[in-house]
């Protein structure tokens, strides 16, 4: 009888069918085998050389890295031996803005781009690319922080779509804004205040399209970039749409424009 013992095999990456990646050796192994990861999450104020040289190691990637306490990390854990770190893999790999303006050039077509400002629902994100998919937008763009991001929930909400829409993380918006000026894209920022009625807005034209995060709407300097604030006609007693409402009703605003100009 063979009596060496078994071999060891190196666990798996992934713990769960839902993206969570716990564990410093399974973070390590992720990071070295290029795992699209959304974001690293690392408690807080440890100083324990292991973890700084995951965050060392993530940052190189460009990958977000979040500190968060043990409080947060233990509600996100399936194992309950995270070790003081959760990755949460991507869905799929981040494009870049080049590629979904490149994606309206090889169309022939004026680039439709929806931009979230700091949606951090999953759910809603998840919605937003399923509509832009719909609308048949050319892409996504949302910032790096405090945004959700390409997650297996964001995958799951999209029915699909989040295949198909490129999506974009740029780390700063408002930057991101001044750049598809540049590219002859007009700005339009949704908000309740703003000055210009949905109907009365041309969006025929390269546009990109700016939503607002569920609680705070956009950014004051976000919305200084736009060129035009738009808002939705609210006829009843509540005065917003869920962000992703009112996504869905200004992308379908710019698909009757241009298919009837």
């Known amino acids: 009888?063979?009596?060496?013992?078994?071999?060891?095999?190196?666990?798996?990456?992934?713990?769960?069918?839902?993206?969570?990646?716990?564990g410093r050796n399974a973070v390590i192994e992720a990071l070295r085998a290029n795992v699209a990861i959304d974001k690293i999450f690392l408690i807080r104020g440890s100083g324990d050389a292991a973890l700084g040289h995951i965050a060392s190691a993530a940052r190189e990637k460009g990958v977000v890295v979040v500190e968060a306490d043990r409080r947060?990390?233990?509600?996100?854990?399936?194992?309950?031996?995270?070790?003081g770190v959760i990755a949460q893999a991507a869905v799929r790999e981040y494009a870049s803005v080049e590629d979904i303006l490149a994606a309206a050039r090889e169309k022939g077509e004026a680039p439709l781009i929806l931009v979230c400002d700091e949606l951090s629902?999953?759910?809603?994100l998840g919605a937003v690319i399923r509509t832009a998919d719909a609308a048949g937008a050319h892409g996504v763009i949302?910032?790096?922080?405090?945004?959700?991001?390409?997650?297996?929930?964001?995958?799951?909400?999209?029915?699909?779509a989040v295949a198909h829409v490129p999506v974009a993380r740029v780390p700063n918006l408002t930057a991101l804004l001044k750049q598809l000026k540049e590219e002859g894209l007009w700005i339009f920022g949704a908000a309740a205040e703003g000055a210009v009625p949905l109907y009365q807005a041309d969006l025929k034209g390269p546009a990109a399209i700016v939503i607002g995060s569920e609680g705070a709407g956009l950014g004051r300097l976000v919305a200084e970039t736009c060129d035009v604030m738009v808002s939705i006609p609210m006829l009843g007693k509540i005065n917003s749409l869920n962000a992703s409402a009112a996504a869905a009703v200004l992308l379908y605003e710019a698909v009757r424009q241009r298919l009837h100009p």
């Open 1 to 22: 009888m063979d009596k060496r013992p078994p071999l060891r095999r190196s666990a798996p990456v992934q713990t769960e069918n839902d993206g969570v990646i716990e």
């Open 72 to 83: 947060k990390l233990d509600a996100m854990s399936r194992t309950h031996a995270h070790q």
């Open 121 to 124: 629902d999953p759910h809603n």
């Open 142 to 160: 949302i910032p790096k922080r405090r945004s959700a991001g390409l997650t297996a929930v964001v995958g799951k909400t999209s029915a699909g």
